[in-house]
DNA sequence: TTGAAAGCGCTACCAA
DNA sequence: TTGGTAGCGCTTTCAA
């Protein structure tokens, strides 16, 4: 290969004419090869693809979707990718889209309102056929715009809001009132939910909503926060546990947000001798790989989260194929481990 | 909004000749009102912006890629998004990517090589400002169309090996010969290396044959492989030890492919009665966020994972300006904890 | 400082 | 079953 290109040099990529002009035909039937092939004659659609093997002839889908109708490209918009929900999120979206020759086109907002309006912006600019969005609590400029673009948009994880087209998520104020409901009826008697929360997090504030509801429908006293801003790490965990236990020490049933979180929370529990689940009950959230491996195994709450990912493919196709609009509630499952007493 | 559009309509996205006969100047003025700012009259730049922002005003990319030399697009190519590191890298990768306006375009192979063919080509097909692959270790096929594409590739995670044109990662070998040395130091005499390795993860192999090398210098038998090519979980690092210590009653040292495998490893051997670390030795990869929390907190190498992200992206913006190519070595620790017993 | 015109590589429509 | 022709929305000369 080279030829009569110079070392380094970056040839000028081939394009369909090149193609079409080494086989004979025109572009047009090249073209056609590709998008519609039995409306080439087989024979010549063998020479093509031939040609195109040994060219090593990549299209130029830049142009493909200038000129048609799509782009191929799906936004996907997240608000972190440390939380292994959202790689596993990901991972399945992907892998179903591609089936239908979809690309992932990701960013990342780390939960920042103007980072997320910057990227979905960017996202929009590429005309991507659908868009799937983490949360259903945006930037209102963000709505109006993905609303505008007449783009099918899948919000996910979350259905509990305003939907601006189709929705696959968990009800996240369900969830937090079952973490409480799961710690009352094991006799924990003074609650505290405790972690990593950004400001921009509407999920765990749902969650955390739902706990203070049962709570005090259980005419508990209400629920106490210990949380901070800053990312979720077992240190913080550790640090607000200990901050939480000096100021509350009647605390006896602590909600996490995180598992990662509830692994510093346990830690710091051993250091202070509180034992678990005799005298504190803990609950995370997510069933991260190491919950059931560590002493004492964590009680959490686990969403399937591989079907957020291929359910938010199936609708983002439907939607691209003028299918309806739909909300698909996820399911998600208590797992109850040591952290929590039994009944 | 919306005025003569059917609700629910999509209404034709606005183009650059929309903002310009709305402020009655030519396509092109509006065009370097963006591009090339000072080459516009203020006040005309100001309207201009008004415009935009009062249309919202969302440029089409494809467009803007095909007419001119670069896309914007960064391919990122990685073999799974399961591994924190990687999304450790992702994260940082694309993050500081944005700065300069590039935009991630994501491909998760899955340790497939063939998926990996057909992502790279249609990575390509984006016409990428550049590419960044996990991994030195390609399908044949994939090496020639990066090579040949012209663009910026930048492989990384491993540098041991041919390299395309850039890489930023960790020599794995010396990682694994340093897991077997902290064993024997330690007076562990029978080792063994444990995990989910698939068929086209290198890195892991690279990291075995390294402890292997240490294990012959030392004089000591040689390691004895446990692995498997499902994906990586705790459940499966239980079952792959207690195979391997019921065929090898005499292994002590355990080196596991990542840090969750190691999870499931010091799950077993808590089960069937070993100590660890006084009768057996267990040492993990990756430094995963649990790793400081389980019982006993595990002994495993930490890769400055951040940095990659960030080491990456500088690379790439070096080459696309031209810069020369360049391999950075990324450094690791060992990061010592009370899975394996102090010297 | 601005505008006119050509074209990036492809798809889509219509005619052959 | 094939080819001609006209754009898609932008950037990029080159002139004015």
Chains 1, 2 share one sequence.
Request: aromatic share 4%; charged share 25%; net charge neutral.
């Amino acid at each position: 290969m080279g030829g009569d290109i110079e070392p380094g040099e970056a040839r000028a990529p081939l394009t369909l004419a090149s193609i079409a002009s080494r086989v004979g035909v025109s572009v047009n039937t090249v073209s056609r090869a590709l998008r519609a092939p039995n409306t080439v004659r087989a024979e010549l659609r063998r020479e093509i693809a031939k040609a195109m093997e040994e060219l090593n002839y990549v299209p130029n889908r830049l142009a493909g979707g200038l000129a048609g109708t799509r782009s191929d490209i799906v936004g996907v918009v997240v608000t972190s990718l440390y939380y292994s929900e959202f790689a596993a999120i990901i991972d399945t979206l992907q892998s179903s889209l591609l089936a239908s020759n979809l690309q992932v086109m990701l960013a990342n907002t780390r939960y920042d309102a103007d980072q997320e309006l910057k990227l979905v912006r960017s996202i929009l600019s590429w005309r991507p056929a659908a868009v799937a969005i983490i949360g259903v609590d945006h930037h209102p400029k963000v709505s109006e715009l993905l609303r505008a673009s007449g783009v099918p948009i899948i919000e996910m994880w979350d259905i509990g809001g305003d939907i601006i087209d189709s929705a696959v998520g968990l009800d996240h104020q369900a969830v937090g009132a079952a973490q409480a409901s799961h710690l009352i009826e094991r006799g924990y008697k003074s609650l505290a939910f405790l972690g990593s929360v950004r400001e921009n997090d509407a999920r765990a504030q749902k969650r955390a909503k739902g706990m203070q509801q049962r709570v005090l429908a259980a005419g508990l006293q209400a629920v106490t926060m210990a949380t901070k801003q800053e990312s979720g790490h077992p240190d913080l965990g550790e640090s607000l546990a200990l901050d939480l236990l000096k100021r509350h020490p009647d605390i006896d049933g602590i909600v996490c947000n995180s598992d990662v979180i509830a692994f510093g929370v346990l830690r710091a529990l051993a250091k202070i001798g509180k034992r678990v689940p005799e005298d504190i009950g803990v609950i995370g959230f997510g069933d991260s790989e190491a919950s059931s491996c560590i002493t004492p195994s964590l009680t959490t709450v686990r969403p399937d989260r591989e079907n957020i990912g291929r359910l938010t493919a199936e609708t983002a196709l439907a939607r691209i194929n003028d299918g309806a609009s739909r909300t698909v509630r996820v399911e998600w499952q208590l797992i109850e481990r040591n952290s929590t007493r039994s009944v």
